[in-house]
């Protein structure tokens, strides 16, 4: 075939796969989009945090209204974790330094996912250990409350093994909320110190 008709049925192949891909664009947007219109919508902003019922490290009563007023890290674990929740606070100490001053206007959520076994008593001895940030809050609850503060979060944990050896898996995300009490961004537990101060630092000014 001569280059010049080759060239030609090139170019027609190609429109071709962008007519296709453009139709199908707008037919997936039609599909999703509410009856009667045209636009496709969108929050933005996952469905994460809500409302809770818990008991911090001091045995005081506390709500989701704690997180009003500061930016906060909130993130699940529980005191008999061996490997990924003392990683965690440590990582969020370094992140704190980094900060600076940034960090006066943060605070650090610890939910337990093991209320069986942690206690207000517990949790306060556990979080008062050295390397661990200062002024970590500590929450844990009854079972039903601890379901509902996951659920709220989209958090997963389960009860692994049993009697006094047994352990919890649960999610590793740590979960950034603004002042709002309202979900900003996540963060990969193994984020880093550096790399987890510049996504803060980024969602504090923006705000």
Not at 51 to 66: E, H, I, M, R, Y
Not at 101 to 113: N, T
Not at 119 to 134: M, V
Request: aromatic share 8%; charged share 20%.
């Amino acid at each position: 075939m001569p280059r010049r008709p080759v060239l030609l049925f090139a170019g027609a192949c190609i429109a071709l796969a962008a007519a296709i891909a453009i139709a199908a664009i707008v037919v997936t947007a039609g599909r999703d989009a509410p009856a009667g219109t045209n636009e496709v919508t969108s929050t933005g902003q996952p469905q994460v945090g809500g409302p809770f019922q818990l008991v911090d490290q001091n045995g005081q009563a506390v709500d989701q209204t704690l997180l009003d007023g500061k930016w906060s890290l909130v993130f699940f674990g529980f005191t008999h974790c061996p490997d990924y929740c003392p990683a965690t606070l440590g990582t969020l100490a370094a992140t704190k330094e980094r900060l600076g001053a940034q960090a006066d206007d943060l605070q650090i959520v610890f939910i337990s996912v093991d209320p069986e076994r942690d206690t207000p008593q517990l949790l306060n001895d556990y979080l008062s250990s050295d390397g661990f940030p200062r002024g970590v809050i500590g929450l844990t609850g009854t079972p039903e409350q601890v379901a509902q503060a996951a659920k709220s979060y989209r958090a997963h944990y389960e009860k692994a093994g049993e009697g006094e050896a047994y352990t919890m898996n649960h999610s590793l995300t740590i979960y950034l909320m603004g002042p709002d009490g309202q979900f900003r961004s996540a963060l990969a537990h193994d984020l880093g110190p550096d790399r987890s101060a510049d996504v803060i630092r980024r969602a504090m000014e923006r705000g």
